[in-house]
């Protein structure tokens, strides 16, 4: 991926950056332990070092590299524990989103979550794993989406974006695609009736049932 070098958008440079040096953490291009070039990667993006100090301050952040003084900066990633955490976590607060969704969503966006399904069952049909991924995300962010809650969406979609790795590996799993769709669906028809409830209760089930697709719930905790 390379950007406009010369875009006066010095903050929204940034943020292109940072999402995509955090990406190729997650899809795994930068693996934990490797170092993070300032000069490689801006001679890759097509950027100065200035954008890329900053993204890796802001990866530093949020945990998922680590600046050793006076030597480089390695990737940390996203290890089985934090993955175990964040859904610990999401289990807690997709419920609650979806909830808050059955409350508040509008007309529009219910017509554009629908879409989303509609899609996803064609692509189901076709086994295209990469594309039901992208709409298993845009279902989640649009509900999150609906909450009209800032701060949830922004926790939950950095969450969701932080497992896309795990996902995927799930979505490969015989049989999950389909089942996600159900759950989907099911999901959506609560939302629909303004069934905030039942909305939570499913969408709780949903998280439970992906951890334990991938077996989550068995792996090992810390030592």
Same mark, same amino acid.
Do not use: W
């Given at each position: ?35 993070? +070039? ?10 100065? +070092? ?39 976590? +999401? ?26 399904? #509609? ?77 905030? #409830? ?9 998280? #439970? ?15």
């Amino acid at each position: 991926m390379i950007f406009d070098s010369g875009s006066n958008d010095k903050a929204s440079l940034r943020e292109k950056v940072f999402k995509s040096i955090r990406e190729s953490i997650l899809e795994g291009k930068y693996k934990p332990g490797d170092a993070l +070039r300032e000069a490689t990667i801006a001679k890759e993006l097509n950027v100065s +070092r200035t954008p890329v100090r900053e993204a890796i301050r802001q990866l530093e952040l949020e945990g998922l590299v680590q600046s050793i003084p006076n030597k480089e900066t390695v990737v940390t990633g996203v290890s089985q524990e934090d993955v175990q955490d964040i859904f610990m976590i +999401r289990s807690r607060l997709e419920g609650m989103a979806a909830k808050l969704a059955a409350e508040r969503i509008t007309l529009e966006e219910l017509e554009k979550l629908k879409e989303v399904l #509609e899609l996803t069952e064609f692509y189901v049909t076709k086994k295209d794993l990469v594309h039901i991924g992208e709409l298993d995300h845009r279902f989640h962010d649009m509900i999150y989406k609906a909450t009209k809650s800032k701060i949830l969406k922004q926790m939950l979609s950095d969450f969701h974006t932080y497992v896309q790795k795990t996902r995927m590996e799930s979505l490969a799993t015989p049989g999950r695609a389909t089942c996600l769709l159900k759950e989907h669906t099911a999901i959506f028809k609560a939302i629909q009736n303004q069934d905030g #409830e039942k909305a939570e209760e499913l969408t709780n089930k949903h998280i #439970e049932q992906v951890s334990k697709n991938m077996h989550l719930d068995d792996a090992p905790r810390y030592h």
